[in-house]
Nanobody
Framework: QVQFVESGGGLVQPGGSLRLSCAAS????????MGWYRQAPGKQRELVAG???????NYVDSVKGRFTISRDNPKNMVYLQMNSLKPEDTAVYYC?????????WGQGTQVTVSS
């Protein structure tokens, strides 16, 4: 049974930082690529950052230089460090495999960037 649980969201002012965490259960974690996704109101869910088992990373252009994805395979954890946050980063953030498996979607964690 694979499950992902996101945490670390909150309300932050523009220019602030947050660190999101994703706890994964299930034995497949160490052999799969993972991603952080977000969905803003009225918009489609998008891949924000992805990381392979070996640490190859990719980012959507809008977050390059501001967000950092990382993973800790022994701990079954994936992280997203978000710096220089902007109001347009406001969304519910999710982790999932990359590419996604629909049944693995969790509840997500809300990130709100507002003054």
């Amino acid at each position: 049974q694979v499950q992902f649980v996101e945490s670390g969201g909150g309300l932050v002012q523009p220019g602030g930082s947050l660190r999101l965490s994703c706890a994964a259960s299930g034995s497949i974690f160490s052999i799969i690529a993972m991603g952080w996704y977000r969905q803003a109101p009225g918009k489609q869910r998008e891949l924000v950052a992805g990381i392979t088992r070996g640490g190859i990373i990719n980012y959507v252009d809008s977050v390059k230089g501001r967000f950092t994805i990382s993973r800790d395979n022994p701990k079954n954890m994936v992280y997203l460090q978000m710096n220089s946050l902007k109001p347009e980063d406001t969304a519910v953030y999710y982790c999932n495999t990359d590419p996604v498996v629909s049944r693995y979607w969790g509840q997500g964690t809300q990130v709100t960037v507002s003054s």
